[in-house]
């Protein structure tokens, strides 16, 4: 299920230490209206959820 999927993701996250810098909220093109709009936490959880995470899955992660 999706919530499944969000607590395994944030336990990654938290375990190396993953998280959304204000670099990449520049990076990813967001404008400050839509920071406005959604808050910065919220765009910093969308990018570490849609981006880093699985970037770091991919180079990182072992098939068995």
């Not at 999706?2 to 909220?25: F, H, M, P, S, W």
């Amino acid at each position: 299920t999706n919530a499944v999927q969000y607590l395994a993701a944030q336990a990654i996250a938290e375990k190396e230490g993953l998280v959304a810098t204000d670099k990449d909220i520049e990076e990813a093109g967001y404008t400050d209206a839509q920071i406005e709009q959604f808050g910065k936490p919220y765009v910093k959880q969308y990018i570490l959820f849609q981006s880093i995470i699985p970037d770091y899955i991919i180079a990182n992660g072992k098939v068995k």
